[in-house]
Nanobody
C-alpha cells in the first residue's frame, strides 16, 4: 500500500522559518513535490524534485525563500521554508507521481493528508 506522510507544519511568525518532510512508503516516486491550498482556492504548486537529482522545479512565488530536496535512500522529500509571510499560510500537501517537470496537480497520482502551516504574528 502506498502512503505519503507529511510532518513539520505549525505556527510561525512572519520572517521565520519552518521545515517540512514527507516520507513515502510502498513505492519509489519519480517525481515528489509539494502543493499548498488555502480554503476556497485551488491547490497551488510549490516545488518538486526528480529522482536521483535529475531536476527540480520551484514556484516563482517562493523562489529564493523555499528549498526542496530529497533523500532517495529514505524515500523522503523535504521543504525548507525561510522568510515566511502570511501569504504562505495554508495546508501543505506532499505529492508523488511519474511525470517529470510538471506543476499540474492532476499529474501527481498520490497525495498525503496535508499539514497546516500558519504564518501569523
Amino acid at each position: 500500500q502506498v502512503h505519503l506522510v507529511e510532518s513539520g507544519g505549525g505556527l510561525v511568525r512572519p520572517g521565520g522559518s519552518l521545515g517540512l518532510s514527507c516520507a513515502a512508503s510502498g513505492r519509489i516516486f519519480y517525481n515528489l513535490g509539494w502543493f499548498r491550498q488555502v480554503s476556497g482556492k485551488e491547490r497551488e504548486f510549490v516545488a518538486s524534485a526528480i529522482l536521483e537529482g535529475a531536476g527540480m522545479q520551484i514556484a516563482d512565488s517562493v523562489r529564493g525563500r523555499f528549498t526542496i530536496s530529497r533523500d532517495d535512500a529514505k524515500k523522503t522529500v523535504y521543504l525548507e521554508m525561510n522568510n515566511l509571510n502570511p501569504e504562505d499560510t495554508g495546508v501543505y500537501y506532499c505529492a508523488g507521481g511519474p511525470t517529470p517537470m510538471t506543476t499540474r496537480a492532476q499529474d501527481f497520482g498520490y497525495w498525503g493528508q496535508g499539514t497546516q502551516v500558519t504564518v501569523s504574528s
